[in-house]
């Protein structure tokens, strides 16, 4: 099996291997993916991060050994915590901005490799997770809280089917990457997610952090948010935007009227 790794700010992932085919998801600077299938130029992959499958144009990519790969997937990996970072390839001495949320795997004393690449970075950084340790109720809410404070990082970003970037991203891209800067993993789709955490009986139960899950018509799950409190969620619909929600789903002051309906609370942490 052939792996990889990307060096681009962000990549685009593709339905089927052609540049008009539909972005599914996108790969940020630093994340690793296995090669399922390879044509003359594009590779099909599977993320490491969720798994998340699609096709890549093969010039955008660094493949590596599974040496390599093993020894980036089992680094320290910190992620950006800058909107935007200019990070420099010493050794072709070139310069590439990073975005809020990538990945830098092995980075240590603001230096980390890939292949024969050697990178600096200058930039902040998030490290370890806030609930890897046993917490007091009042740390825990305060964790909790400080999830919110990070979600805020988006606020106003345009929505971007497919997105995960604060300069396009989709409703379960945001809560994604919201909980990947505090190393809490979530698969990609609103629907895969759904699956995971702890349901609640009542809005009222709902604490800052945990995703509220809204339904269709034919009661699939199309849409994820994330609760700021028990009456205000912060959710990717046209863009980044906190709206009112109760039982019923979430009501938008500018339209006046419900325009997700409301399946389930989870609790992820």
Known sequence: MKFGISLQSILPLRSEPSHKSEMVSQVLFGELFRVLQQS?????????YDNYEGWIDLKQVLLIDETEFIRLFNSETPVSFDLVQLLSNDSKKTILPVIL??????????????RDQVFSFEGQTSGNSHFESVLTPQERMSAKQKIIDDAMLYLNAPYLWGGRSPFGIDCSGFVQMVYKLHRVKLLRDASQQAKSGEALNFVSEAEPGDLAFFDDEDGTITHV??????????????????????HQGIYSLEEKKYTHKLRVIKRII
């Open 40 to 48: 003359a130029t594009w590779i099909k992959v599977q993320l490491s």
């Open 101 to 114: 949320g990538s990945s830098l795997p092995g980075l240590a004393e603001q230096h980390f490799r890939v």
């Open 225 to 246: 948010g994330m609760m700021m409190d028990k009456h205000r969620i912060i959710h990717a619909s046209g863009n980044v935007r906190i709206d009112s929600i109760d």
